[in-house]
C-alpha cells in the first residue's frame, strides 16, 4: 500500500500556539494513527500577524531584532525576518508601529507615526535585501506613510521650508516633498506589499474615516486626518505626478499602502496570496493525500482572504481533501464546503477558562487530529 502523504498547513492559533506548533502538534496526533506516513508541515499566515514567523519557518531563515521608533517616537524592538534564500526578507509594520504600542489613554493618530517601519525597511537594505514582503495590517498611524518615507531620506515641508512635524495631524500644512536624499536602493528592491483591505486613501471609505476611529481619532479627528490625507495626495500628484488617492489599498494602515506606491516600488497583493507563493505550498500538496489546515477562530469571514480559505482554494487545484481545525467554530461555516473544505473540527473539549484553552492548545490539536486519523483509517 502506498505510504500517506498528509500537507500540514495551518495559520497561528492566536495566544496559543505558533503556525509551526500546530504543525507539530497535527504531526503528532496523525502519527499515532499513521506513524509511517509522510508529513510536510507548511506553516502559515495570510499576511497579517504571524506572517514573518511562518515565512521564516517555511523556508528555514532567521528572525532578527532592531530597535527603532515607535508610533509614538518611543523606543521599541521590532522583528523582522530573512527567509532561507537569504536575500527575501519579510517585516509587519505592526512590529514597529502597531496599535499594541500605544494605550486606550495615548492613542493619538494625529501624532503617530509609520517612521519605525522605514527603519526597519532601511536595516534591510543595509542587509542586502532584494526582495522585500511587508505585512500592513494593525497600525496605530494615519500618516499616509510619510513617517516611513521621511526614514529612507524623503522631507517633508511647510511653506517656510521647515519639516513638518510627524504624524497625519501635520499634512494640511505640506507645501512640497524633497525625495533627493531618498535611499536610491529603493528602486532596486521588489517590494510586495501584503493588503487585504481595498480602502481608497480618503473619503468615506478612507483610511480615516473607516480605520481613525479605533486608532483613537475624535469626530472632530477624522475630519481634519481626512482633509490632510487629501491635501498629501494632491500635492503628490502635482508634484511626484502619481495618483494614488483612489487606488485600493491605499488606505491600509493609514495610509501607509499609498505611501509605499509613492515611494518604493511596492505591488499590492493578498496576503494569502503571498505566503502561499513564497512558502511552495502548491507544489507540496500535489504530493498530498490529505491536507490538514485550521486557525484560532473559523467562521463566515474565514471564506474573505482567511488562511484556510487561501489553503483550501490551492488544495482544490489538485483536486485535494481538505481538513480545517479551529479553537473556534462562528456562524456560516457552511458556506466554506462550497470553497474547498471538506470538514471543520472544533478543537476545544468543553467549557473551560480561556487562559487555560489557550494554554491547551497543543494538546487539544494532538487529540482532535488523531480523532480525525481514526476516522480516516476506517475508510481504508
Known amino acids: ?57 517555511a523556508s528555514g531563515g532567521q528572525i532578527y531584532s532592531k530597535v527603532v521608533k515607535g508610533p509614538l517616537g518611543e523606543p521599541v524592538t521590532a522583528q523582522y525576518g530573512i ?26 493618530p494625529l501624532i503617530t507615526t509609520t517612521y519605525g517601519t522605514g527603519e526597519l525597511i532601511r536595516e534591510c537594505l ?15 498611524t494615519n500618516d499616509g506613510g510619510t513617517g516611513m518615507a521621511e526614514a529612507l531620506g524623503t522631507g517633508f515641508l511647510d511653506a517656510a521650508g521647515h519639516a513638518l512635524p510627524r504624524g497625519g495631524g501635520y499634512l494640511d500644512r505640506l507645501e512640497r516633498i524633497d525625495i533627493s536624499a531618498l535611499d536610491p536602493r529603493l528602486q532596486q528592491v521588489s517590494m510586495i506589499v501584503a493588503c487585504d483591505v481595498t480602502n481608497p486613501l480618503c473619503g468615506e471609505h478612507g483610511a480615516s474615516r473607516v480605520f481613525g ?11 481634519q486626518l481626512d482633509a490632510g490625507l487629501a491635501h498629501y495626495a494632491e500635492i503628490v500628484k ?85 481538513i480545517a481545525v479551529a479553537g473556534y467554530i462562528g456562524d456560516g461555516i457552511e458556506a466554506l464546503y462550497e470553497e474547498g473544505i471538506d470538514a471543520v473540527f472544533g478543537i476545544v473539549p468543553g467549557a473551560g477558562e480561556l487562559e487555560q484553552l489557550l494554554a491547551e492548545g497543543p494538546q487539544n490539536v494532538t487529540r482532535t487530529c488523531e480523532n480525525i486519523a481514526r476516522v480516516l483509517k476506517l475508510s481504508e
Do not use: W
Open 1 to 57: 500500500m502506498k505510504t500517506k502523504t498528509f500537507v500540514l498547513a495551518p495559520d497561528s492559533f492566536k495566544e496559543s500556539m505558533t503556525a509551526m506548533e500546530v504543525c507539530v502538534a497535527m504531526e503528532k496526533g496523525l502519527r499515532k494513527v499513521f506513524p509511517a506516513a509522510n508529513y510536510i508541515h507548511v506553516p502559515m499566515a495570510d499576511g497579517g500577524e504571524g506572517t514573518v514567523q511562518s515565512l521564516v519557518d
Open 83 to 108: 527567509l532561507g534564500d537569504g536575500v527575501t526578507a519579510a517585516i509587519e509594520m505592526a512590529s514597529a508601529s502597531g496599535i499594541h504600542h500605544v494605550t486606550k489613554g495615548n492613542k493619538n
Open 126 to 140: 543595509d542587509k542586502g535585501i532584494k526582495k522585500l514582503i511587508i505585512g500592513i495590517g494593525g497600525s496605530a
Open 213 to 223: 476611529p479605533q486608532k483613537g481619532a475624535t469626530p472632530e479627528m477624522v475630519r
Open 238 to 322: 502635482r508634484q511626484l505626478d502619481k495618483d494614488v488617492r483612489d487606488i485600493p489599498g491605499a488606505g491600509a494602515a493609514g495610509g501607509l499602502g499609498a505611501g509605499l506606491l509613492i515611494f518604493t516600488q511596492a505591488v499590492l497583493r493578498k496576503g494569502i496570496e503571498i505566503v502561499i507563493e513564497h512558502t511552495g505550498l502548491k507544489q507540496k500538496i500535489a504530493e498530498a493525500d490529505v491536507v490538514f489546515t485550521g486557525e484560532g477562530g473559523i467562521d463566515f469571514q474565514t471564506k474573505f482572504g482567511k488562511t484556510p480559505y487561501g489553503v483550501a482554494k490551492a488544495a482544490k487545484e489538485s483536486g485535494k481533501k481538505v
